[in-house]
Structures are given as structure tokens and as C-alpha cells.
């Protein structure tokens, strides 16, 4: 079930998984470049 969850949080903040929550949240141009990351 951690590969599965990764894969499904990953792909809601922009695709990456537990390595990019982090840097979504912080970074707004991650969100933006993904259209899905802080903005949702």
C-alpha cells in the first residue's frame, strides 16, 4: 500500500510522490508548471 498511496498523493500534488509534497507546497512554480500542486 506505499507504492500505491505514493503514486495516488503524487499524482494530486503534480506527480512525484512523498518527493515532491514537500517541494509542491513550498515551491508555487511546481504547482504551476503542473497545474496541480499548492492551487488545489
Given amino acids: 500500500g506505499r ?3 505514493s503514486g495516488l498523493q503524487g499524482s ?3 506527480g512525484g510522490g512523498e ?3 514537500p ?3 513550498g ?3 511546481s ?3 503542473h497545474g ?3 492551487g488545489r
Fill in 19 to 21: 518527493r515532491r509534497v
Fill in 27 to 29: 515551491a508555487p512554480r
Fill in 36 to 38: 496541480d500542486g499548492p
Fill in 3 to 5: 507504492q500505491q498511496d
Fill in 12 to 14: 494530486r500534488r503534480g
Fill in 23 to 25: 517541494e509542491a507546497r
Fill in 31 to 33: 504547482g504551476e508548471r
